[in-house]
Every structure is written in C-alpha cells, then in structure tokens.
C-alpha cells in the first residue's frame, strides 16, 4: 500500500528496475521517501523493506536512505512537505481500511476524490479572493473621488466650503 501510494503521488514507478538502479535525485528521493514510511507504518525489517524493491536493497542501503531521509527532512522544506504529504495520504488510507474495512483501491479512489474536490475549492477561494481584491480597488477610487471632492468619508456630515 505505501509502495503505491508514493508511485501514485511522485509518479516515479518503485516497481521498475530500470528507475531503482538510477541514481537521479528525483529517483532517491522517491526511495527515501518510501523506505521511511515502509519503516513508520510496517513491522517489516530493514532487510524485508529493501527487498520490496527490485533491484533488491540491501538492509545497510535502506537505512542509510533513512538517515538521510530524516536529514533531509530537517533542511530541506520541499523534501519535508513531500514527506508530510505522504504521511498523511497513508493515515488516512490506513484509517479507512481499518474503520469501515473497505479496500485500498477504493480509500485511494476517495482519497484522490477528496483531493479534486478540495483543489476546486481552492480554486473558487481564489476568485472569490481576487473579486474582493477588486471590490476593494473600486471603494479605493471612489473614495478618494469623494474626498477629492469636498466629502469627509465615514460621515454622514458634508465639509462645508
């Protein structure tokens, strides 16, 4: 399950020996990104999680992808939010198998409904955002008509020549 999630969400497929055998960041970092959620959320060995992958990793491999996982983690905010992104989609998947026994496929299926409809709402809060941006630009301009003008705003009172 975690395996999938992070090929679903980095898009960089875990299963394929052509991508485990590179060592581009964005490669190593999916495998960090793995081997320690694999370590948080299983009982499985050091030795079990790098052999989940093909080519296999060996157990000093995957923890020296922990380590610096975790460093990485601490410097790098991009690395950590990924991180943080991760975890929170296998709590939550984790979550919903276990309460409602549903299957993976089907908590990752609302998992990535949850997740459209949550960036259309993001989307709409930013219109919504720019029409006050631009309701509050127009109240700007007339009132610095009204006040060019001789009136005093926030005042029922007119100033008197």
Not at 6 to 13: A, E, F, N, Q, S
Not at 53 to 64: E, F, G, I, N, Q
Not at 73 to 85: H, P
Not at 132 to 154: A, C, D, F, M, S
């Amino acid at each position: 399950m975690i395996k999938q999630v992070v090929i679903d969400t980095i898009g960089i497929d875990l299963n394929d020996e052509s991508k485990n055998s590179k060592r581009l960041s964005e490669y190593v970092d999916a495998r960090r990104l793995y081997f320690s959620l694999a370590r948080e959320f299983t009982t499985m060995s050091l030795s079990e999680i790098g052999k989940s992958l093909k080519p296999y990793k060996d157990h000093a491999t995957v923890l020296y992808n922990i380590r610096q996982a975790a460093d990485s983690k601490r410097f790098n905010k991009i690395f950590r939010q990924k991180l943080e992104d991760l975890r929170s989609r296998v709590e939550y998947i984790k979550s919903q198998i276990k309460d409602s026994e549903i299957d993976f496929i089907t908590a990752l299926n609302r998992l990535e409904q949850m997740e459209s409809k949550n960036e259309e709402l993001i989307q709409k809060n930013k219109e919504l955002l720019n029409q006050i941006e631009k309701i509050n630009g127009k109240i700007e301009r007339q009132n610095k008509y009204l006040t060019e003008n001789g009136y005093v705003i926030g005042r029922s009172v007119f100033k008197e020549d």
